[in-house]
């Protein structure tokens, strides 16, 4: 064997060798590199809490609770004012970051300490999660609501003042609820800061509707001793069309005409304060004149009629709740 063969054969084993150790020490980085999970991004949105709120995958509670409203304040807290409590009104609740209008029974204050100084938000907060949570109850919100969707909403939100009113883009809002299977959903949603609280809870209800249509011997009667009968009449959503039992009503005020052919009548339209100024003032025009037309088509001379709209500048109830605009939606025959 020459030498050049032996050097050759020196340099292929080292160089075997070289290979086998680095793949040795490759294999061995690795099995130590750190494993990480991966997060799917339906996951990802879940603890971010940007998932769309579905009611179909909250589960039903079955737990047993108390009556209305529920839950009594933690130790140690009090509320600021007497609460806030009406059997059917619309409170906005955040919800998928939009601020969504639901109905039904309703409690709201502003939470604060009973001794001086000893407010704690985290206690205020945490003490709710953990009873809400232990009803069977899943918080489905966690955050704030952006300039442009206060003002989209804040219009319709006519309470905004009130004690334990929430919904302004300074707050974080924690919004829970508690799924019962007959329905009347109960709706939570609190936010805080250093010094107080808010709490608002609504147990979904459907309105039950108090007012009853005056018949035309009625709507004579109130003409004859108070010069004036208030109706409530009903039309399409922001709309001046009458609806089939709003047509009912314009029946029973031909009735109480044609039964007195001497009287006439002014035909007064008023709205409750949803909305602008300037579009409740046309509606409620608009909705007077459409019960005039209707009146005329009826067969009463309509120089014995006259329609003016007032918008919502006169309330003859509170607006800040569901039943007061719902009697503020009238119209008023006034005799001449």
């Given at each position: 064997m020459n030498i050049r063969s032996l050097l050759f054969g020196i340099s292929a084993l080292i160089f075997a060798y070289?290979?086998?150790n680095e793949g040795k020490q490759q294999a061995a980085t690795a099995d130590s590199t750190p494993?990480?999970?991966?997060?799917?991004?339906?996951?990802?949105?879940?603890?971010?809490?940007?998932?769309?709120?579905?009611?179909?995958?909250?589960?039903?509670?079955?737990?047993?609770?108390?009556?209305?409203?529920?839950?009594?304040?933690?130790?140690?807290?009090?509320?600021?004012?007497?609460?806030?409590?009406?059997?059917f009104d619309r409170l906005f609740f955040a919800i998928d970051g939009k601020m969504t209008p639901l109905e039904g029974r309703i409690w709201k204050s502003n939470v604060v300490e009973i001794k001086q100084n000893d407010w704690s938000l985290p206690?205020?907060?945490k003490s709710y999660d953990?009873?809400?949570?232990a009803a069977g109850g899943v918080k489905i919100f966690d955050g704030s609501i952006t300039q442009e969707e206060y003002d989209r909403y804040?219009?319709?939100?006519?309470?905004?003042?009130e004690d334990g009113s929430i919904g302004y883009t300074e707050e974080n809002i924690k919004t829970y609820i508690i799924r019962r299977a007959n329905g009347g959903d109960i709706y939570i949603q609190l936010t805080g800061n250093s010094a107080q609280g808010k709490l608002n809870i609504l147990q979904q209800e459907g309105f039950k509707q108090t007012i009853t249509m005056l018949k035309a011997d009625e709507i004579s009667k109130e003409l004859n001793q108070k010069g004036k009968a208030i109706l409530y009449i009903n039309f399409d959503t922001d709309k001046s069309t009458l609806k089939?039992?709003?047509?009912?009503?314009?029946?029973?005020?031909?009735?109480?005409?044609k039964a007195n052919p001497g009287l006439k009548v002014a035909v007064n339209g008023y709205t409750d304060n949803t909305g602008n100024d300037a579009h409740n003032l046309q509606?409620?025009?608009?909705?007077?004149?459409?019960?005039?037309d209707a009146l005329v088509s009826s067969g009463i001379d309509k120089s014995r009629l006259s329609s003016e709209g007032f918008g919502s500048l006169q309330p003859i109830a509170d607006n800040s709740s569901e039943e007061g605009k719902a009697k503020n939606r009238r119209v008023e025959l006034v005799k001449k």
């Open positions: 070289a290979c086998n494993k990480t999970d991966v997060v799917t991004p339906t996951e990802e949105k879940q603890e971010k809490g940007t998932t769309a709120f579905n009611i179909n995958d909250v589960p039903v509670s079955e737990k047993e609770l108390g009556p209305f409203p529920f839950f009594t304040l933690p130790e140690g807290l009090t509320t600021m004012n007497k609460p806030v409590e009406r059997k206690f205020f907060e953990e009873a809400i949570k804040s219009q319709g939100a006519s309470y905004l003042g089939p039992d709003g047509k009912d009503a314009v029946a029973e005020i031909t009735k109480a005409l509606l409620s025009k608009d909705r007077a004149k459409a019960v005039l």
